[in-house]
């Protein structure tokens, strides 16, 4: 049972949640509009020392031999850090929760899968010290091939980037290689549709560019213990991952954090925290490890790119009848959220839209690129993208009003949803009616008459018959009707006859434990498999 104790919080903010309609000022924004908020940054403590890293001039490369010993001689270096020296040297943030395999090291050791990634950590007097002593490791490459490419890492034969995942695929619950969506037949409905739309998307990474970036300040506290002031934007996380990587209890640590100069998901990952510890604790000194601007753009984790293939069938009175959908993250070298990142996108196929036949496989690669991370709705938002601008171009080729065709297609309260859960509390078609009253839209009269909560259930409730993968055989049908978006299709169009397809295979014996509507599998961060 849920207590608020107001009794005890009633002094730190107002519950009521009586806020639209008036202007509410944020607890913290004065001291923001003052420039008198206080940073992780702004802690100067006395006989600091610097912390800054040797970092990968190669992509995919074998690490021969790391030579420190002019560093070493270095003026004003402290203490210099190698993988060795870090109690736990393998990690990933989700494994706190049993999600994934540890498979970042903090510090590389036999082997770089990106380029910038770190290698030997300098504790000096000064940062000037730090860099000039950087400066004097020498790194001795055996340069390994590399990929870049989500599609490419699938080929056979590409590149091994990452050993802890040899396929260079995130694997769930220990068996599969991606995230998949099954409902209904999308071939059978694709064979039967007047139009097929077949698009690629593609997203960039994005680099979040806070204003302050990322860092932290650690120092030897009493009793054994150590205070940590960081820019973290996931503190608990971080204190566990800290206590993880440095073998320590947690209670070991006094992290302050709570004022983030910008943050937007590119301060989730713990990168700074556990090398400034372990820096303190190697020289029993207050050690500031902070990523300089050129290293936030180049090494920071940024979104991760993606690649988004949707292939759609419309009938020419508006209504979707399959949607594909096959999508790839682009991880970069470590797995970090991405493969958090693909579960959300599983979760969120197919959109808001009522479409009976759907069918969605999507994964989480790895490359040689910088890993990515969280950032705003990552997972949802580039998905969101590319079935809204599909959704535009849906409604030209059958040329409708494209407003009119995202209401036709919205779930109704009552609707069965692919992943086999009720619609319920739905309210996209009155968003739309609202955007294009806003915007003097003109809507006809049967969609402003239109409603989220009739119109329903019924046959949009049932989850249709859905063969299973082992015993789907390939289409035969000869002539699927393709429409090109870049002009309109003429009123019969179709391609030219092709070879008849191999004789599919005897499907196999159907399992006696399985419902008659054939299993689909969909898989929460938690384990949750339905069947």
Not at 137 to 162: H, I, M, Q, S
Not at 335 to 347: D, F, I, P
Not at 387 to 410: S, V
Request: with cysteine; hydrophobic share 35%.
């Amino acid at each position: 049972m849920l207590e608020l104790r107001k009794d005890i919080f009633a002094d730190e903010r107002d519950d009521n949640l009586k806020e639209i309609g008036k202007g509410t000022q944020r607890q913290d924004m004065l001291g923001h509009v003052t420039g008198t908020s206080s940073y992780f940054n702004d802690h100067k403590l006395q006989g600091m020392l610097h912390l800054k890293v040797v970092r990968s001039t190669q992509a995919h490369a074998r690490i021969r031999r790391i030579d420190t010993a002019e560093a070493e001689r270095s003026s004003g270096v402290r203490r210099i850090i190698r993988g060795a020296d870090v109690p736990v040297n393998l990690n990933t943030l989700l494994s706190l929760i049993n999600f994934g395999k540890d498979d970042e090291p903090s510090l590389a050791v036999n082997k770089v899968r990106y380029k910038g990634e770190p290698i030997v950590a300098i504790v000096a007097d000064s940062e000037r010290e730090a860099f000039e002593a950087i400066a004097k490791v020498k790194v001795d490459y055996e340069p390994l091939a590399a990929v870049f490419d989500v599609e490419d890492a699938l080929k056979p034969g590409a590149p091994v980037v990452n050993e802890t995942y040899p396929k260079n695929t995130f694997t769930y619950h220990e068996t599969y290689d991606h995230q998949r969506l099954r409902f209904g037949d999308a071939d059978a409905a694709l064979a039967t549709a007047d139009h097929v739309l077949e698009q690629r998307y593609q997203m960039s990474p994005i680099e979040h560019a806070p204003t302050e970036t990322n860092g932290a300040i650690a120092a030897p506290d009493t009793n054994g213990r150590y205070v940590v002031y960081t820019s973290t934007q996931a503190l608990f996380f971080s204190v566990d991952t800290c206590a993880k990587i440095l073998d320590v209890p947690s209670n070991t640590f006094h992290f302050i954090g709570g004022t983030v100069g910008g943050g937007f998901g590119g301060k989730v990952d713990t990168l700074t925290e556990p090398l400034a510890i372990l820096g303190a604790m190697l020289t029993g000194r207050p050690v500031r490890y902070v990523f300089g601007r050129e290293e936030e753009m180049q090494y920071g984790p940024p979104r991760g790119a993606e690649r988004i293939y949707i292939k759609d069938g419309v009938m020419r009175d508006g209504r979707i009848v399959a949607r594909k959908i096959r999508a790839y993250f682009d991880s970069g070298a470590y797995t970090r959220l991405s493969s958090y990142a693909a579960v959300k996108c599983a979760a969120h196929l197919p959109g808001p839209y009522t479409i009976p036949n759907v069918y969605g496989d999507v994964y989480c690669v790895f490359t040689n690129r910088t890993p990515a991370t969280a950032m705003r709705g990552f997972g949802v938002t580039a998905m969101d993208f590319a079935i809204e601008c599909q959704m535009d171009k849906l409604a030209h080729i059958i040329n409708m009003d494209p407003m009119e065709f995202r209401i036709l297609n919205a779930y109704r309260d009552g609707d069965m949803k692919a992943h086999r859960r009720e619609a319920k509390n739905t309210a996209l078609i009155e968003c739309v009616q609202v955007a294009a009253e806003k915007a003097k839209w003109p809507l006809r009269e049967e969609f402003k008459r239109a409603s989220s909560r009739k119109d329903g259930g019924g046959s949009r409730a049932v989850i249709p018959p859905t063969p299973t993968d082992s015993s789907r055989a390939r289409p035969t049908a000869p002539a699927q009707q393709r429409t090109s978006y870049d002009r309109l299709p003429p009123s019969v169009t179709r391609e030219p006859p092709r070879e008849p397809p191999p004789p599919a295979p005897p499907p196999p014996a159907p399992r006696p434990t399985a419902p008659s509507h054939g299993a689909t599998r969909f898989s929460s961060v938690f384990g949750t498999r339905r069947r």
